[in-house]
């Protein structure tokens, strides 16, 4: 048994993810809430990118 890093649960089997510089194991619940952050940030970069104009004016 391993206890997660994020939630502290303890399973059988943890995930390495790398979150920013470090790595941090978690289990398949957080795994799955980390993707979608993940996803939701780079959606939100992305929506940054178009509002800051890349068609100009
Ligand atoms: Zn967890």
Not at 1 to 10: P, R, S, T, W
Not at 11 to 27: I, P
Not at 31 to 55: F, P, S, T, V
Request: aromatic residues 4%.
């Amino acid at each position: 048994m391993a206890e997660c890093q994020k939630c502290g649960e303890e399973v059988e089997e943890l995930y390495r993810v790398k979150v920013g510089t470090r790595r941090v194991q978690m289990c398949e619940d957080c795994l799955e809430l980390h993707k979608e952050e993940q996803a939701i940030a780079a959606e939100a970069e992305g929506a940054m990118q178009d509002m800051m104009g890349y068609k100009g004016r």
